[in-house]
Structures are given as structure tokens and as C-alpha cells.
């Protein structure tokens, strides 16, 4: 999650504080395109340079998706549409981090960009990588389960941030001070851990750790664990990361 969310959830107390007569007209006009009902392009014009940065993030979890897909449609032994999935993801996160330093630099922040943070980062850091898992062979019912409750955990620990992160200590410039739990890009630890196991061919019936239970209505790759313990630790309410 980039910096700019936390910049926009304590904008009205950086208002205060710092008497800004530049970031508050931008919040205001904003505002006002986004609830006129007449306009051509309004919500275009609402938006920062920064949104737009967002929506790129948006769209390399998107692509990733797709590239899945193709996997799962195509021929099982080409692996390109799979390392693909994965490559766009890191692209996710350049462009996650880029928007913070482009809102603070024209210092324009705003709820919907707070917003649009969210959102792309549930696309490329929390269903992207279940999409991956998914074509990697992570395909019985309890898999879908667990991979369910994965995306499902990064949901809510971005509506809780969205929710709580004016209340979390921040310094002078407004960076908060820590995230509650691990924040959902962390997942790309996991992206780089499923690019290996594509690079030595432990895909479908060869997913390092087995079938457990096979047979059964239970059945179920172990390693899907892996996912079901990181979005505990995505939601803990106790672990705090320090910010870098």
C-alpha cells in the first residue's frame, strides 16, 4: 500500500495544522466535478495525475488475471503466459509506490485516490496472486476455500486502513508511523516463491507438497496453507511493520 492512502486519510488534520491554502481548493474541486451531474468527462477531469498512476496499478493486476486465464485455456506446457501473470505484478507495485511520491510532490491527495489505492491493491496483491495459484494446480474446493478467505482478509485489512489510518501516530510530514498487520503487497514474496516453482516445472500434478486427503471432498494442496496464514497476518491487529 502506498504512502499517498495514509497522506489522504490525515488530510484534514495536515490542514490544520499546516494552514495549506493548496492541497484543500484541490480536495474542494475534486469534490465538485465528481457531484456535478452535467459535464462531459467530470470524472475524468476529477481526477489527479496520481489517480491515474493508481488505475495503472489497477491495470497490471488486471492484465495478470488475463494472463491466467490464457494459461488455463491454453497448452499446460507453455509456461509464458504464467511467468507473464506473475511479471505483472511487480510492475503493480512500481506504480503503487509511484502515485504517493507524484501526489505528494504536486501535493494533490484525495479520498478517491485513497480510494482507487485500495482498490488496485486488492486487484494485483490479493486476487491476482490467487488467480496465479489457481492456474498453478491450487484447484480443489478447499483450495478455492482458503484462497477465497486470502483475497477476502486483504478486503478487509484495506477497509480497515482506509478506516483507522488517521488514527495511527504519524510523524511531522504525516507519514504514518506503521502499518497494522502486513500490508498486501508483502504478497509479492509469495509471487516470487510461485515464479520459482514455474521455473523448475512444479506446476499442476507437481505442486511442491502434495495432494493431502486425496480422493475425498477434502482434498487439498498443503501450500495453500501459506496463503491462508498470510492474510492472518494481513488482518492481525497487533503486528505492526514499521513504514520504511
Same mark, same amino acid.
Given at each position: 500500500? @502506498? %504512502? ?7 488530510? #484534514?488534520?495536515? +490542514?490544520? %495544522? ?7 481548493? @484541490? &480536495?474542494? =474541486?475534486? $469534490? ?6 452535467? #459535464? ?20 497490471? #493486476? ?5 494472463? @491466467?486465464?490464457? &494459461?488455463? !485455456? ?7 503466459? /504464467? &511467468? ?8 503493480? /507495485? ?12 504536486? =501535493? ?13 491493491? !486488492? ?12 492456474? +498453478? *494446480? ?19 485489512? +484495506? ?15 504525516? %507519514?504514518?508511523? &506503521?502499518?497494522? *498487520? ?26 511442491? #507438497?502434495? !495432494? ?24 492481525? =491487529? @497487533? +503486528?505492526?511493520?514499521? $513504514?520504511?
Amino acid at each position: 500500500m @502506498s %504512502k499517498r492512502t495514509s497522506a489522504a486519510s490525515s488530510n #484534514g488534520a495536515a +490542514l490544520a %495544522k499546516q494552514g495549506s491554502d493548496i492541497t484543500e481548493p @484541490s &480536495y474542494n =474541486k475534486q $469534490k465538485d466535478l465528481l457531484s456535478s451531474s452535467t #459535464g462531459h468527462f467530470s470524472l475524468l477531469r476529477a481526477m489527479h495525475m496520481a489517480d491515474y498512476i493508481t488505475e495503472m496499478n489497477g491495470f497490471c #493486476g488486471v492484465m495478470s488475471i488475463f494472463s @491466467s486465464l490464457r &494459461y488455463c !485455456l491454453g497448452d499446460p506446457t507453455e509456461k509464458s503466459n /504464467l &511467468y507473464l501473470a506473475l511479471a505483472f505484478l511487480p510492475f503493480g /507495485l512500481f506504480f503503487d509506490f509511484l502515485d504517493g511520491r507524484v501526489a505528494r510532490w504536486r =501535493k494533490k491527495s484525495s479520498m478517491m485516490g485513497q480510494e482507487l489505492d485500495s482498490l488496485a491493491d !486488492l486487484i494485483s496483491f490479493g486476487l491476482a496472486p490467487a488467480c496465479v495459484a489457481f492456474s +498453478l *494446480g491450487l484447484r480443489t474446493t478447499v483450495d478455492h476455500i482458503f484462497l477465497a478467505v486470502f483475497v477476502l482478509c486483504g478486503l478487509t485489512r +484495506l477497509a480497515r486502513f482506509n478506516v483507522t489510518a488517521a488514527n495511527i501516530p504519524h510523524d511531522a510530514s504525516g %507519514k504514518a508511523s &506503521y502499518f497494522e *498487520g502486513t500490508p498486501i503487497p508483502t504478497t509479492l514474496g509469495i509471487d516470487a516463491l510461485m515464479a520459482y516453482w514455474v521455473s523448475q516445472g512444479w506446476v499442476l500434478d507437481q505442486v511442491p #507438497g502434495g !495432494l493431502w486427503l486425496a480422493g475425498s471432498a477434502l482434498e487439498f494442496h498443503p501450500i495453500v496453507l501459506m496463503f491462508l496464514v498470510h492474510g492472518c497476518l494481513m488482518t492481525s =491487529k @497487533s +503486528l505492526h511493520v514499521p $513504514k520504511p
